[in-house]
């Protein structure tokens, strides 16, 4: 799913900051979402605790 998902961003040309939960701060910031597994976005300051294209495609205006 990680891997999807930065391919996805990345083929519709949409900058994206990848944190690796390897680094304690992340995983702990991470944590305090209470979201415990990754892929782990956070769009307009609002968690999204699974991949959710039609928001993503809304938000940026992809056509599917």
Known sequence: PCTFIKNYLAEHQINFEERHISNHNYRNEMIN???FSTPFIVLDDE?????????????FGIKP
């Open 33 to 35: 979402y209470d979201a």
């Open 47 to 59: 968690p999204m605790y699974q991949v959710d294209l039609d928001k993503i495609n809304q938000k």
